[in-house]
């Protein structure tokens, strides 16, 4: 995974199931309320943005071998 979170000019590569994040050439620590509130926040919109992009991917369809 690769995120960059704006407030905190840096991109988030592992989250583990304790909360604790590893950020891009750092150690795994726990990210402050502020810090979790702009990852959830920065994770949010890329899911929003990838979930668009899929949908519109998926409408375009496949084009069409010519017939002949």
Excluded: H, K
């Excluded at 995120?3 to 050439?25: C, K, T």
């Excluded at 920065?42 to 949908?55: M, N």
């Amino acid at each position: 995974m690769r995120l960059y979170v704006e407030p905190m000019d840096a991109i988030v590569v592992d989250v583990d199931d304790d909360g604790r994040v590893r950020l891009e050439n750092e150690d795994w620590r726990r990210p402050s309320l502020q810090e979790r509130r702009a990852i959830i926040y920065a994770a949010t919109q890329a899911i929003e943005e990838l979930t668009e992009a899929v949908e519109r991917l998926e409408r375009g369809g496949f084009p069409q071998p010519p017939r002949g």
